[in-house]
């Protein structure tokens, strides 16, 4: 199955003034853009093309590298546009999720704290994370283009902490980045709907 780049599901400018219209424009039409056609490009070569995306990335991981650093950024993409909505974030979960995230990860304020913690500390490029793994949910870094799915878990949330995804608005200051992610930008909809896949 061909990677292709989906739509942003919202204006380019419906983000503002968290994220720019400009930083979209770049991070969506030139990098993920980037990372489809040249992650095809690879997925053909290695004979994977026929393969969805999720069974690109577990198969490439740690055989594979320049075909896993394009299908898994590829995969964390799709999800992170998703991850996002103009007057997102904010400590109103949905019912089920805030059960979980009370349970699991010490309540929405701990998570707040842990996720910008694992956001700022992630060296160099990378994600935050949180997954559901070992059944329950947990915040996680991974560095690159790896993601939860090639260390046994599943990611219910991600944030991209790559420069390009907030160095035009930002620039230096990934923590306010992360701070106005998560308080203005999450879509917990989406959220939910992970989690209750992964939980089953």
């Known amino acids: ?18 994220m720019s219209k400009e ?22 070569e290695a ?12 198969e490439s991981y740690g055989k594979n590298q320049p075909l896993f ?12 546009w998703k991850w ?16 979980a995230f009370d349970s699991d990860l010490g309540g929405y304020d701990k998570f707040r704290a842990d996720f910008v913690q694992a956001g700022v500390s992630q060296f160099g490029s990378g994600w935050a994370w949180v997954a559901f793994k070992d059944g329950k949910l947990q915040v ?16 219910i949330l991600g944030v991209d902490v790559w420069e390009h995804s907030y160095y035009i608005d930002y620039r230096n200051a990934r ?5 106005a992610f998560v308080d203005n930008l999450i879509n917990w909809d989406h959220v939910l709907e992970c989690y209750e896949k992964a939980a089953g």
């Open 84 to 99: 996002m909505k103009p007057g997102g974030g904010g400590k109103s979960l949905p019912g089920k999720l805030q059960t």
């Open 69 to 80: 650093n394009n299908a898994g950024q590829h995969f964390n993409h799709i999800h992170f």
């Open 23 to 44: 930083t979209l424009e770049y991070h969506h039409d030139k990098h993920h853009n980037a990372y489809v056609e040249t992650g095809n490009k690879l997925a053909a």
């Open 47 to 58: 004979g994977l093309s026929g393969k969805s995306v999720e069974e690109v990335v577990k």
């Open 175 to 179: 923590p306010k980045y992360l701070e």
């Open 1 to 18: 199955m061909a990677f292709t780049l989906p739509e942003l599901p919202y204006a380019y400018d419906a983000l503002q003034p968290y």
């Open 140 to 155: 996680m870094k991974t560095p690159n283009g790896e993601n939860p799915l090639v260390h046994g878990g599943v990611p």
